[in-house]
């Protein structure tokens, strides 16, 4: 080749060069801004968003389904427990005896909520995708009927009124609470709740039915945030009131208490209006308990956590048939609070109203009534205790099992497993080795003894 036909590519190849750098830089910066509506961050090339797949990004990959147990119900003849899988599309069904599963059913619609009826004959589903309300004939575990209800229900209660049969069902992303007629299945009427309806507990003689709000009402960085327990009548399908729960967050239960006129409602304490300076005092955040009067609808709130340590993330709450304890699990905390309610009501018969209405400030004041912290799995999120009050069920979503626990000595006395809590999830295999391993508690390491409040060494 000659001299001069090589001076000629060069001086082409040169030339192309300079006009797609100017072209990238003034063209392509221009294109990206385009499509991303603002300046590129970084120095980018073409290369960042075309001749690349999203097949191999982590994201896309499929995702492992687990065994994550959500709503517990327990048959009226205290035989079974029936555990809803809503990340499998599952409803299990497990021998309280044996504490095997028994069989397993496809209930499409991410069933989270369970209710059963007094007679036993039907389990009520809610079905968070679905945005229905199943009903399985509980014998066959067989679907018989359905009906739409708001939007993302959750959390469901069955109650006999004058009026007939109702289901009370928490619609978790419309904001809203069905009323619905169990013969024929209907929806009778959709009430307005606060934000993020997500627990219900109703009375026994279904005149009232009470509903948990989980996220505070909207509010400025200036004002006091706000939760809701709202009161509604089934049978006449109509709000009663709407209790505030001030500086309340993340209310994810509520149950009633029997033999007294309370409702109980977990809540995560704001405060948003102190400097966070005031460790000693919850810091920004803590964990405490609504007692709210059903008749009046006073409320006092009353702490959960230590002064020198913290059970995040309080859930699922239920009592005994005697209405004696409380046991709250604290989905954060990997733990099971009881609270002893003779001490709250001792306490209140003697508190003056200034000692009540500071009461949740006071982060020792939980050693007078909280006497134990049971130990549990990961991610406790639903409880479920049996008729005679002498077993409580603990949903450990993380560990894809449920554990049992003897209410009589407080300590563990098996576990349904359903699942192996992940561990043979498949890994990107340049990172496996810098994943820590989820553990997985075993019953020997649950079954030593039971740390009183204010020794907890977390």
């Not at 990238?24 to 499509?35: E, P, T, Y």
């Not at 599309?89 to 021998?95: G, K, L, R």
């Not at 599963?101 to 989270?112: S, T």
């Not at 009548?233 to 209790?243: E, F, I, L, Q, S």
Request: net charge neutral; glycine share 8%.
């Amino acid at each position: 080749m000659s001299n001069w036909r090589v001076i000629k590519w060069a001086g082409l190849f040169v030339v192309a060069a300079i006009t797609c750098g100017l072209g990238h830089h003034f063209g392509g910066n221009a294109h990206i801004r385009r499509k991303l509506g603002q300046a590129p961050l970084a120095n980018a090339s073409c290369l960042n968003c075309h001749f690349v797949s999203a097949k191999r990004q982590d994201w896309a990959n499929s995702k492992s389904h687990h065994d994550s147990p959500a709503g517990l119900a327990i048959t009226p003849d205290g035989n079974r427990l029936l555990i809803a899988l809503d990340d499998r599309d599952e409803i299990a069904e497990a021998s309280i005896d044996s504490l095997k599963i028994l069989r397993r059913v496809k209930v499409p619609g991410m069933p989270y909520g369970l209710a059963i009826d007094p007679a036993g004959d039907h389990l009520f589903v809610t079905c968070k995708h679905d945005d229905l309300v199943r009903v399985l004939e509980l014998r066959s575990l067989r679907e018989i009927g359905s009906v739409q209800v708001g939007m993302g229900p959750v959390a469901i209660a069955f109650c006999r009124t004058s009026e007939g049969d109702r289901l009370v069902v928490a619609n978790s992303m419309s904001d809203d609470i069905s009323i619905v007629g169990v013969s024929p299945l209907k929806e009778l009427s959709r009430l307005t709740a606060s934000r993020e309806p997500f627990a219900v507990a109703a009375t026994a003689d279904g005149t009232r039915a009470f509903v948990a709000n989980r996220l505070a009402g909207l509010a400025s960085v200036r004002t006091v945030p706000e939760s809701e327990l709202t009161v509604v009548n089934p049978a006449t399908a109509r709000v009663v009131r709407r209790d505030a729960l001030a500086s309340a967050h993340l209310s994810e239960g509520v149950c009633l208490v029997p033999s007294r006129s309370w409702s109980l409602t977990p809540l995560v304490k704001v405060r948003n209006l102190v400097p966070i300076t005031q460790v000693a005092n919850g810091w920004v955040m803590s964990s405490g308990l609504a007692l709210t009067d059903l008749k009046s609808g006073g409320t006092i709130q009353i702490p959960l956590d230590e002064a020198n340590d913290s059970f995040s993330d309080p859930s699922s709450i239920v009592t005994d048939p005697q209405g004696h304890r409380a046991y709250i699990a604290s989905g954060g905390g990997d733990v099971v609070s009881v609270v002893d309610l003779d001490r709250v009501s001792e306490w209140l018969s003697h508190a003056t109203s200034g000692e009540k209405r500071e009461a949740i400030f006071d982060l020792s004041l939980s050693s007078e009534y909280v006497t134990k912290r049971l130990r549990t799995g990961r991610n406790p999120r639903h409880l479920a205790m049996s008729s005679n009050g002498n077993r409580l069920f603990v949903a450990e979503h993380l560990n894809d099992s449920v554990l049992v626990i003897d209410t009589a000595r407080l300590t563990p006395v098996g576990r349904i497993v359903l699942g192996d809590g992940g561990l043979t999830d498949r890994f990107d295999a340049a990172n496996e080795s810098s994943r820590a391993q989820p553990t997985l508690f075993s019953i020997s390491s649950l079954a030593g003894p039971v740390i009183p409040t204010g020794t907890w060494t977390g």
